[in-house]
């Protein structure tokens, strides 16, 4: 079975500045990958998803992620961050494999300081 | 342009009394899923439709039931409430059920169980 692991509850990032946040996958084969966004009180949005090919994927308002499979890992970067980035960031690993469900880490909580 | 339509928003129940939550999507989607989110532990899967017709357990499945009435709807039902089950729902769904195009979420139901 699939699994992904968040490793920062909380990040807080200064406006302007880089931005990464980290996910970490257990899958035996090559898996589906998303990152999904959440304001408070709102549903999740897609951000960018990863299936196969370049490992450096683009995503909707300049976030992108790349896939590392030596690493397990799918984390995601932007370069300037702004204060309306403030949200809760998860990653979702799925099967290559039918009738089968996506699987959420925890999310990760970013603030943005002035 | 509604996508996923998830009804009530928000909703009060007393222990031991029953409720359904209603979703339906507008998009032709094969695939529904229901979430329940709380704080610190992410999006947990309880159950799924891969196609009408079909339903299959998630992480959390116990406490609750659900119905694939037709292509557009998917119900959760909590036959007797209880404090545990006070959390965020989301309903979400998907073209197909092999998680390679992601889902659309619902804007959520809030669920409080005194």
């Known amino acids: 079975a699939q699994s992904v692991t968040q490793p920062d509850i909380h990040i807080t990032v200064s406006e302007g500045a880089s931005l990464e946040l980290r996910c970490n996958y257990s899958?035996?084969?090559?898996?589906?990958l998303f990152w999904y966004v959440q304001s408070p009180g709102q549903g999740l949005q897609l951000l960018l998803k990863?299936?196969?090919?370049?490992?450096l994927v683009q995503g909707i308002k300049g976030f992108e992620a790349e896939f590392k499979r030596s690493q397990s890992s799918f984390n995601q970067m932007k370069p300037s961050v702004h204060w309306s980035d403030a949200a809760e960031y998860f990653c979702?690993?799925?099967?290559?494999?039918?009738?089968?469900?996506?699987?959420f880490g925890k999310g990760t909580t970013l603030s943005v300081s002035s | 342009n509604a996508g996923v339509t998830q009804t009530p928003k928000f909703q009060v129940l007393k222990t031991g009394q029953s409720m359904t939550l209603q979703c339906a999507q507008d998009?032709?989607?094969?695939?529904m899923y229901w979430y329940r989110q709380d704080p610190g532990m992410g999006l947990r899967l309880i159950y799924y439709?891969?196609?009408?017709?079909?339903?299959d357990k998630g992480e959390v499945p116990n406490g609750y039931n659900v119905s694939r009435l037709n292509k557009r709807e998917f119900s959760l039902r909590l036959e007797s409430a209880a404090p545990s089950q006070t959390s965020v729902y989301f309903c979400?769904?998907?073209?197909?059920?092999?998680?390679?195009?992601?889902?659309?979420f619902g804007s959520g139901t809030r669920l409080t169980v005194v």
């Open positions: 979400a769904s998907s073209e197909d059920a092999g998680s390679f195009y992601g889902y659309t």
């Open positions: 899958y035996g084969a090559t898996p589906y």
């Open positions: 990863y299936f196969s090919g370049d490992t």
């Open positions: 979702a690993v799925g099967a290559n494999q039918a009738g089968t469900a996506l699987i």
């Open positions: 998009m032709n989607h094969n695939s």
């Open positions: 439709s891969a196609s009408e017709g079909t339903t």
